[in-house]
């Protein structure tokens, strides 16, 4: 049982302190400190590289431990979507398109990822992603007030098959604990991985979060924003399953 069970569903987000929101208590096996990601090798492309160079200035934010001021971020207001870990960015880059009255915030730290999702900007004329190359943890701890949020996509995040390795896993009950706290009224949290056995801890995982509740009897339809991308068509021709995940913050 983690802390954020003691959370109050009737306490304003104000009252969950930033600092303490989402610690693992004493005696639960959590990593001391929460990763969003593990670096991988990787080498940008000269199409990847020029995307920084012509597109970095304006789209690539600077973290900062400072709250962002998400409309002189983006140059207007509009809901705000974190997105944490985005991959190559084409399922970011589809959303954003389709949804062109939101602001993205999205975390990766991977540079052949960012690059071609600056690259994919640039192609398709995108004007509301902006990309922290940064750890969404300490982005989530520092720059994102309680409450600021409108949603948030974590979209096939790393599942460490190996039962060792679990604890590595992004969702669990300390992060979750945070985003629900940052999440407005009504925002929601939209996980999707292709891995079974993730996809029932995160079920149980958000299920377990008492500023959460399911906007499904237990896996949701795939949301028609969120595409499929080639590795999923593949692992759908080979027979995986792909699972959906939404809960939304109480009002």
Not at 4 to 30: F, H, K, R
Not at 210 to 231: D, M, S, W
């Amino acid at each position: 049982m983690t802390e954020q069970n003691n959370i109050s569903l009737d306490a304003e987000p104000a009252a969950l302190p930033t600092s303490t929101a989402g610690a693992a208590p004493a005696g639960v096996a959590y990593p001391k400190t929460i990763k969003s990601f593990v670096r991988r090798a990787g080498r940008t492309t000269t199409g990847q590289a020029k995307a920084f160079e012509d597109l970095g200035p304006r789209f690539l934010l600077k973290y900062q431990a400072a709250p962002l001021d998400a409309p002189a971020t983006f140059g207007r207001t509009a809901p705000l979507i974190l997105e944490i870990g985005f991959g190559m960015g084409e399922a970011t880059a589809h959303i954003a398109r389709v949804r062109p009255d939101d602001n993205f915030l999205c975390c990766e730290v991977h540079e052949p990822g960012v690059g071609a999702l600056l690259k994919r900007i640039g192609e398709h004329d995108i004007t509301n992603i902006r990309i922290l190359q940064h750890d969404a943890v300490e982005v989530i701890d520092h720059m994102l007030p309680l409450g600021s949020l409108d949603g948030v996509h974590v979209f096939f995040p790393d599942p460490w098959h190996k039962t060792k390795h679990n604890k590595r896993r992004l969702i669990q009950s300390p992060l979750v604990a945070k985003l629900a706290a940052r999440l407005k009224p009504g925002g929601y949290l939209h996980c999707a991985t292709d891995w079974q056995p993730y996809a029932e801890q995160m079920l149980e995982v958000l299920g377990q979060e008492p500023l959460l509740v399911n906007t499904a009897e237990g896996y949701a339809p795939q949301p028609e924003y969120r595409p499929l991308t080639k590795f999923e068509n593949r692992g759908l021709r080979l027979g995986h399953g792909v699972w959906d995940i939404v809960f939304a913050r109480r009002n």
